[in-house]
């Protein structure tokens, strides 16, 4: 069945660094726009970052542009968010999201926990 599983959550002090990944399947990745999104206590969940098929063209919220960066091995069937210097307001649960517009298909993972602490 269709999986995603996010790794790579945890406790990091303001301006630390962390990496989570999201490994794909039950479905054929590569053909997949990946997107990461993360939702905040009593927010709404939003759009982080997200990568092209091919990983040719990346896009980035506001608030994480310059630090945070997306990529994909579709050999792996991985997505990956690089996060750097990390502050208190990016703590929220991460999600990992496949999108197929040719198919208006859509996949979630079931997230992953950030907290950024002194």
């Known amino acids: 069945q269709v999986q995603l599983v996010e790794s790579g959550g945890g406790l990091v002090q303001p301006w630390g660094s962390l990496r989570l990944s999201c490994k794909g399947a039950?479905?054929?990745?590569?053909?997949?726009?990946m997107k990461w999104y993360r939702q905040a206590p009593g927010k709404e969940r939003e759009f982080v970052a997200g990568?092209?098929?091919?990983?040719?063209?990346?896009n980035y919220a506001e608030s994480v542009k310059g630090r945070f960066t997306i990529s994909r091995d579709n050999v792996m069937s991985t997505v990956s968010l690089q996060m750097n210097s990390l502050k208190e307001e990016d703590t929220a649960v991460y999600y990992c999201k496949a999108e197929s517009q040719e198919t208006n298909t859509e996949y979630w993972g079931s997230g992953t926990q950030i907290t950024v602490s002194s």
């Open positions: 039950g479905f054929t990745f590569r053909y997949y726009v």
């Open positions: 990568v092209t098929i091919d990983g040719g063209r990346k």
